[in-house]
């Protein structure tokens, strides 16, 4: 069975659960899935980072380097008219 199909059979069932239900189960997902990544030391916050940026990791995330760029951008621009 595909992932997807998985993901499908998952979200059916859950549209038929109640709020309870469903709380106990966000419950299970955060103490059996989501504490097992939580990292523990800043170099496993880093190691998870890099690891979630992927491809996208040489990518700056300072907004003011991202106002740098799109003005040296604009400036590029204006003087090539």
Do not use: V
Not at 1 to 26: K, V
Not at 28 to 57: M, R, V
Request: net charge negative; glycine share 2%.
């Amino acid at each position: 069975m595909s992932s997807t199909a998985i993901r499908q059979q998952i979200i059916q069932s859950l549209a038929n659960l109640s709020d309870e239900q469903l709380l106990q189960i966000r419950e299970l997902i955060d103490q059996n899935f989501l504490l097992q990544i939580k990292p523990k030391s800043e170099e496993e916050i880093q190691q998870l980072i890099k690891l979630l940026q992927g491809k996208y990791a040489h990518a700056p995330t300072n907004s003011e380097d991202f106002a740098q760029q799109k003005q040296a951008e604009i400036d590029w621009e204006e003087r090539n008219r």
